[in-house]
């Protein structure tokens, strides 16, 4: 006795049977109503999300860490030795940091949120008789969804109708090998494994060739990726520059604490107070080890991520914003990226003669040419039946189909019409290796093959010439030469040809019967560059990036248009083609990379040998593509870039960056932001780790000078609180210096220290301990009681004075301008409020152990303040002398 179906074995029963339980008309798909009340039911098809941290948990955390404790335990010190106010001061200072610490984090989590919701899947639904494109995360059960090759499958479903669907459970099943897919209904035989299952489509897994069309039988965590999820680890990885920052952290921590133990037992020696000196040195360790830096850098690669969709370019792997600055070459698609993808027939040539669109038709074989380009097509009409079926917007599709239906139309032969008159029976999808498609349909008895293609992979296999009164004899060389002339006007040119069967060939001999073909003609196809490439490629040439092509398109064609871009400056210049590349082993190939801007006829699987051999010259590559045969390059480029109107879930999976617009000026933009957001956390590093050497400088000569403690706990732990906290994000909206685009990519193992950083932060940090010391040394001399408040006021200004010098590692601020960070002065000037504040304002004096300020006094603090800035001015002056000048 036969087992009963249970619920979830859709593949042991009959499509019809399934739509029925479903309650869904397979050819209009639900209508919205019934959408609505299924989501209510069934919740979104989405997998239970992983672990995020709760606005709690976050606060939590900041009390976890270690120089927290530190500053807790010094809280009880102080209580212990009576200073109570100290206790109460240092405890606010803590929660105040942790609110700070939190805030970041919270904003850091959030931004990172925000691009992961961006980055979802979507998919493309039959619903009120309408195709649309929805996320994938409003699918219900019912829902019909229709795949192509590149699509993640966004739900489990039972597949209605399928054109060599072939789909890759690896991530599923673990098996690597892709299973083809059908639709016909399975029996019960053993366990029946998921691999097994070949009429269901899973949630998870990715179509990688032709075409499908499946109900939805289960939606979110009732998938049976749902049923296995444990959710892969959405955490976030850290970025190289993270963990390097993290480990030169730890080594400066034990450095700093090193110094601070030094200074408790020198301090003991001299018979200070045991309980203060110890404060001290615990305020100054807090202050002075980076704690803060990692968090501050993902906070800054988080922020400019989601600025970076602003200019349309969305970063799927954060460490990729730090290294878009490194990039030398581009590898870019042609179709959509440099050109605008926005095709329409030029002319349709057969037997000789040439049709315009507009012109009347001047033989059969034209109209059996456009009967083909109409047939042998997948674009769908879209939008109701009364749309102008003229209109570029009624057909949605591949553009170079799109554009051929519209040059039927305007020959008078009607796609919907055709396709109702002779419906298409069996098919071999197109793809960009083979470079042809072909569809069967029903002709008198028989059948007829439409073929369309690339030239060269079409006129081998045709060997006559089609003409209604039987063929004629075809000259394929004549042909082809006419196809490179058009295309070295920069056409894309595509041969057309057809073929009568008696019978319906076999599925597995339909690439076979794609021979012995009749030639219909050529049609030429123009896709105008995109007006903003052209700008974009003079951007990436200044900026030390080389532009290079990489299409599947004509060599000619490619030539012509890279001519155009201004990627090559030559209309003779080399063009590299697949087969070139066939016939070169590694070695040849890596010696032309450097010199050849144009590959052309390249299949996506050659990309990668363009990757490796430009790796191995030393170069730094980002290569963008589409397909799911992208994806190997993808992956082994330093940043793979998917396209997010055109692209495939898979190539969008493999890429650590998106185009929103298929752009190629958007790769331009990105990597200008990605190189302002490297120097602005160098602008971070190179303000906080100065002025942290020159707190250490000034309260560890002092004793060495013979003068008494500057600064007391307190002010320290304040320093530490307002200079780091504000001031150092506000640097996060620093814009991009003036030259940003015109000096040449950073080498990508540089050291974030590189550049004379070392020597400013010593150099810098010693002129801001000799400037509170001095002032120190000045007060005492000429009898000033307050010198301890002065020390203190000239420690947070100088700071204040130092950010806004370095501002521009180029540029004098005057001509930066104040207004064009006004964060970044909001924060100074709030700091410099503040700092009055603690100083005039009578009930604060006893808090922070601070006198008011004669104006002397105050002049005298402003002035040596100021001088940190005149430094680093003259700093960058001598860095950038005209000997020095390299850009
Ligand atoms: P790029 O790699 O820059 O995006 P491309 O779009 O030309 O360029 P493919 O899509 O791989 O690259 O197309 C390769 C060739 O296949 C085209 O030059 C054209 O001759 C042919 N071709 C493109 N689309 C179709 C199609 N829908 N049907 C038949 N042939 C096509």
Redesign the pocket.
């Known amino acids: 006795m036969s087992t009963p179906i249970q619920p979830g074995e859709c593949y042991l029963q009959d499509i019809d049977a399934l739509a029925q339980a479903q309650a869904v008309d397979l050819a209009q798909g639900l209508g919205s109503e019934e959408v609505s009340r299924r989501t209510h039911t069934h919740g979104p098809n989405e997998l239970a999300a992983g672990k995020t941290r709760s606005p709690w948990q976050l606060l939590l955390d900041q009390f976890k860490d270690f120089m927290v404790l530190v500053l807790l335990g010094a809280a009880v010190i102080s209580g212990l030795v009576g200073e109570l106010t100290d206790t109460l001061v240092i405890l606010l200072i803590v929660v105040l940091n942790a609110v700070i610490g939190f805030v970041q984090a919270w904003r850091a989590d959030k931004a990172l949120a925000a691009l992961r919701q961006l980055a979802a899947a979507h998919a493309t639904v039959l619903r009120n008789g309408q195709v649309q494109v929805v996320p994938a995360s409003v699918l219900v059960p019912g829902d019909i969804v229709l795949l192509e090759a590149g699509n993640q499958i966004p739900a489990d479903l039972r597949l209605i109708e399928i054109a060599q669907l072939q789909v890759d459970e690896s991530a599923l099943t673990g098996e690597s090998v892709t299973v083809a897919k059908q639709t016909a209904t399975l029996q019960r035989e053993g366990t029946n494994a998921l691999g097994d299952r070949t009429n269901m489509a899973f949630k998870g897994t990715t179509a990688t060739h032709g075409r499908g069309r499946g109900l939805v039988v289960a939606t979110g965590m009732r998938t049976e990726l749902g049923k296995v999820a444990t959710l892969l680890d959405s955490g976030e990885r850290s970025t190289p520059l993270q963990l390097r920052l993290a480990a030169f952290g730890k080594k400066l921590a034990l450095a700093v604490l090193a110094i601070c133990a030094i200074l408790f037992i020198t301090g003991l020696l001299r018979g200070e107070n045991p309980a203060l000196i110890a404060l001290t040195a615990i305020s100054l360790a807090v202050a002075a080890i980076p704690e803060a830096l990692p968090a501050v850098v993902t906070i800054l690669l988080a922020l400019g991520a989601r600025r970076m969709v602003g200019v349309n370019a969305l970063v799927r792997r954060l460490p990729s914003v730090e290294t878009l600055g490194s990039v030398t070459t581009i590898c ?8 605008q ?1 926005r095709m329409h027939a030029e002319l349709v040539l057969a037997l000789g003669q040439r049709w315009v669109p507009g012109d009347p038709l001047p033989s059969p074989v034209h109209t059996e040419a456009l009967r083909a380009a109409a047939l ?3 674009a769908a009409r879209h939008g109701s039946d009364q749309d102008s079926a003229t209109a570029g917007n009624a057909w949605q599709g ?1 553009p ?2 799109t554009a ?1 239906v519209l040059a039927a139309h305007a020959g008078g032969v009607e796609k919907a019409a055709l396709d109702a008159a002779s419906p298409r029976v069996q098919e071999q999808p ?8 072909t569809t069967f349909h029903k002709e008198g008895d028989g059948f007829v093959a439409y ?5 060269e ?1 079409m006129l081998p296999r045709c060997t006559r010439q089609w003409t209604p009164d039987g063929p004629q004899p075809l000259d394929t060389e004549a042909v082809l030469q006419t196809a490179q002339t058009l295309a070295a006007q920069g056409l ?4 057309l040809a057809r073929r009568s069967h008696t019978l319906l060939p076999d599925t597995n001999a339909l690439e076979a019967v794609e021979n012995e073909l009749e030639l219909l003609g050529l049609i030429a196809l123009i896709d105008p560059p995109r007006t903003e490439a052209q700008a974009a490629v003079r951007d990436c040439i200044t900026a030390g990036i080389i532009p290079v ?6 060599p000619a ?2 030539r012509a248009i890279a001519h155009r871009l201004g990627i090559v400056d030559s209309t003779e210049a080399p063009v590299l083609t697949g087969a070139d590349l066939t016939s070169m082993n590694d070695a040849a190939l890596q010696a032309q990379v450097g010199r050849v801007r144009v590959y052309a ?4 699987a050659q990309k990668i040998r363009i990757v490796e051999a430009l790796q191995a010259q030393g170069h730094f590559v980002a290569m963008t ?3 799911v045969n992208d994806a190997p390059a993808l992956k082994r480029a330093d940043i793979g870039i998917a396209m997010g109107k055109g692209g495939t879930d898979v190539a969008r999976e493999a890429s650590s960056l998106v185009l929103l617009d298929d752009n190629f000026a958007t790769i331009v933009a990105a990597v200008k932001e990605g190189r302002r957001i490297y120097d602005n956390i160098r602008k971070f590093v190179r303000y906080t780790m100065t002025d942290n050497s020159g707190e250490i400088i000034t309260i560890c000569m002092a004793p060495l000078l013979g003068l008494p403690m500057p600064l007391l706990p307190i002010h320290i732990l304040w320093v530490n609180l307002v200079t780091d906290g504000l001031p150092g994000l506000a640097l996060a909206t620093e814009p991009a210096e003036r030259n940003i685009m015109r000096r040449p990519p950073r080498p990508p193992t540089e050291s974030m220290f590189a550049g004379g950083m070392w020597q400013h932060i010593l150099g810098i940090g010693l002129l801001l301990g000799a400037l509170c010391l001095g002032v120190q040394a000045w007060a005492i001399d000429t009898g000033h009681d307050n010198w301890q408040t002065m020390v203190f006021t000239v420690l947070i200004l100088g700071q204040m004075a130092h950010i806004m010098g370095i501002r521009s590692e180029t540029e004098p601020l005057w001509r930066l301008g104040l207004r064009t960070n006004l964060p970044l002065l909001g924060a100074v000037v709030l700091t410099f409020v503040l700092q009055m504040a603690t100083i005039y304002v009578p009930a604060l004096n006893p808090i922070f152990k601070t006198q008011p300020l004669s104006a002397l006094e105050l002049g005298v603090c402003l002035a040596a303040a100021s001088m940190m800035y005149v430094a680093v001015e003259l700093e960058k002056l001598w860095r950038n002398r005209p000997s020095r000048r390299v850009v």
Not at 430 to 437: A, I, L, Y
Not at 601 to 604: K, Q
């Open positions: 870019s698609d042609k179709t959509g990226t440099l050109t993808n042998c097509n997948d591949d170079t189909e051929l197109f793809d960009s290796e083979r470079k042809r498609m073929t369309k293609g690339a030239p992979s894309r040119v595509l041969a092509m990489i299409t599947g398109d004509h064609t490619a006829r390249v299949d996506p593509g589409d397909g």
